[in-house]
């Protein structure tokens, strides 16, 4: 599974690209040796970044499964206790 990036995503990068080449190396670079240049660091690079986001999410979703406990958590036979504070709040 290859990463792709929707159509408008893409001729936005190519700009980008060409902008690049054009301010940061002063030279230029067409359309579509820059596009050619996008698809190559897709392909190549492009699986390293999604990877790392996967695992990053997973981390994050590990973390909040669990701290679920602790943010639902309910206390269990807790009636009778509850019952005796109420009872010694109003006794006062």
Do not use: C, T
Not at 31 to 42: D, E, K, V
Not at 55 to 72: K, S
């Amino acid at each position: 599974m290859g990463v792709e990036i929707p159509k408008q995503a893409r001729a936005d990068a190519v700009a980008s690209i060409e902008r690049y080449f054009q301010e940061q190396l002063e030279q230029r670079i067409g359309n579509i040796a820059a596009s050619a240049l996008l698809g190559f660091f897709l392909e190549e690079v492009g699986p390293l970044v999604y990877n790392q986001a996967v695992a990053d999410v997973q981390e994050r979703l590990l973390q909040r499964v669990e701290e679920l406990d602790i943010e639902l958590h309910q206390d269990a036979f807790a009636y009778w206790p509850r019952q005796e504070r109420e009872r010694r709040g109003r006794s006062r």
